[in-house]
């Protein structure tokens, strides 16, 4: 059975930080372009960082640029999301998601929900003092 899940998230005060990881099982991550998305209450799910296949390209939208690393282990199967100097606007779920399998060159990732083939079930973080 695929999946991906999501550990990690919790309660932490501004300036704290956290790592959230995504853990793949069922198949091997090291064909699949793998996402980090998060959705706040009332707000459309926003794509934060993403990673290519064989880890050398990663992208990450303005608000977390310079606060968040995004790595992997293939040999572990597992994603990993790095969350410093956390705001309180870093406030959602935070959903890991993989497409793939990818073949041939190492191209950027994109953020675009549908291009998407598995998705995690979401990990809350809540930044507040």
């Known amino acids: 059975q695929v999946q991906l899940v999501e550990s990690g998230g919790g309660l932490v005060q501004p300036g704290g930080s956290l790592r959230l990881s995504c853990a793949a099982s069922?198949?091997?991550?090291?064909?699949?372009?793998i996402a980090w998305f998060r959705q706040a209450p009332g707000k459309e799910r926003e794509g934060v960082s993403c990673?290519?296949?064989?880890?050398?390209?990663?992208t990450y939208t303005d608000s977390v640029k310079d606060r968040f690393t995004i790595s992997r282990d293939n040999a572990k199967n597992t994603v990993y999301l790095q969350m410093n100097s956390l705001k309180p606007e870093d406030t959602a779920v935070y959903y890991c998601?993989?497409?793939?399998?990818?073949?041939?060159?190492?191209?950027?990732?994109?953020?675009?929900?549908?291009?998407?083939?598995?998705w995690g079930q979401g990990t809350q973080v809540t930044v507040s003092s």
């Open positions: 069922g198949f091997t991550l090291n064909y699949y372009a």
């Open positions: 998601t993989a497409r793939g399998p990818l073949y041939g060159s190492d191209d950027p990732c994109r953020f675009l929900a549908h291009e998407y083939d598995y």
């Open positions: 990673i290519s296949k064989r880890g050398y390209i990663t």
